[in-house]
């Protein structure tokens, strides 16, 4: 089955500064990564998707990731981080073909410091 | 265009309670999911659903808890009885059909749900 590591529970950043969410995967072939970010007390938001092709793919916000197979890891990052940045956020995988449901990790909290 | 809905948004109850949460889905989309988040085992796939059929309820904890999907438009959760531990935030998904859409959901605000 597969899975997804996020090492990371909370990190601190100052506003401007550059950001980078780890996230690894578990899976046997190449899965679909996803990452979403949750706000307090609201669901979750779709940042970005990969599946196939260029390895590095942008999203919404200004986010993008980039996918290593060799290191089995797909991680967000940010140029310049905003106040607004502030929420948790999820690594998450779907099997390539079949099962629609995603796995998540156990999300990263992030805090951005003026 | 209304995004997922979902409501109670809170609930409280006393513990043996009968519960039940409901989720309207966006309209279109042909796969629902309930998931549930805690602060110790994070977002958990509860059941899922395409084209109102059950597709895989392996996440459901146990015999208290049943989902149904009686048309394209409504779902429900229900727990019966309710124990103290089933405390959480119950978040219902969405997706559309089609491959390429696979892992895009779109999620209600949640419904989060106290058992004393």
């Known amino acids: 089955a597969q899975s997804v590591t996020q090492p990371d529970i909370h990190i601190t950043v100052s506003e401007g500064a550059s950001l980078e969410l780890r996230c690894n995967y578990s899976?046997?072939?190449?899965?679909?990564l996803f990452w979403y970010v949750q706000s307090p007390g609201q669901g979750l938001q779709l940042l970005l998707k990969?599946?196939?092709?260029?390895?590095l793919v942008q999203g919404i916000k200004g986010f993008e990731a980039e996918f290593k197979r060799s290191q089995s890891s797909f991680n967000l990052r940010k140029p310049s981080v905003h106040w607004s940045d502030a929420a948790e956020y999820f690594c998450?995988?779907?099997?390539?073909?079949?099962?629609?449901?995603?796995?998540f990790g156990s999300g990263t909290r992030l805090q951005v410091q003026p | 265009d209304a995004g997922v809905i979902q409501s109670p948004r809170h609930e409280v109850t006393e513990m043996g309670q009968e519960v039940t949460l409901r989720c309207k889905p966006i309209?279109?989309?042909?796969?629902l999911f309930w998931y549930r988040q805690t602060m110790m085992r994070g977002l958990e796939l509860l059941i899922y659903?395409?084209?109102?059929?059950?597709?895989?309820d392996s996440g459901m904890p146990e015999d208290r808890f049943s989902a149904k999907m009686p048309n394209a438009s409504f779902s429900t959760l229900k727990i019966q009885p309710s124990e103290p531990r089933d405390s959480a935030v119950y978040f219902c998904?969405?997706?559309?059909?089609?491959?390429?859409?696979?892992?895009?959901?779109?999620f209600g605000e949640g419904s989060r749900l106290t058992v004393l």
């Open positions: 899976y046997g072939a190449t899965p679909y």
């Open positions: 998450a995988v779907a099997p390539g073909t079949g099962r629609r449901a995603l796995t």
């Open positions: 309209s279109g989309h042909d796969y």
């Open positions: 659903f395409n084209n109102n059929v059950p597709i895989d």
């Open positions: 990969y599946f196939s092709g260029d390895t």
């Open positions: 998904a969405s997706s559309r059909p089609g491959t390429r859409n696979t892992g895009e959901l779109f």
